[in-house]
Every structure is written in C-alpha cells, then in structure tokens.
C-alpha cells in the first residue's frame, strides 16, 4: 500500500497542469471583412471606371 494519496495526487495534478489557451476569433473575422472589403471596392471600381481606350500610334501598325 501506498503512504500517499490517489485523491491528493491527482487534486494537485489538475491543479499544476496549465489551462489550454482560448483561441481568439477576432482577428480572423477582422481579416476576412478587410479582404471582402477590399474585394467589394475592386469591384466596385472596375464597374465604376470608363473603359480605357487605345489608338494605335501612327507608324507602328502595318
């Protein structure tokens, strides 16, 4: 038999052994609203800006 106690033991193990550390969602969920942001105004551009237009420069088409 042992002098020392099961229950004791295993009361100070769960006492020393540390927390598990929580993990954090915000900066997660702040960096896809940057990114569907971002996109969103890309967007928004693109269907905004006037479509670009090219001449040819004289001399250079055949």
Do not use: N, Y
């Not at 038999?1 to 915000?26: G, H, N």
């Amino acid at each position: 038999m042992s002098a020392l106690d099961p229950e004791a033991l295993a009361r100070a193990r769960t006492l020393v052994t540390p927390k598990p550390a929580k993990e954090r969602v915000w900066p997660v969920l702040a960096a896809a609203t940057l990114a569907a942001v971002s996109a969103l105004t890309f967007a928004t551009a693109m269907i905004i800006a006037p479509p670009v237009e090219t001449e040819a420069v004289a001399g250079t088409v055949e």
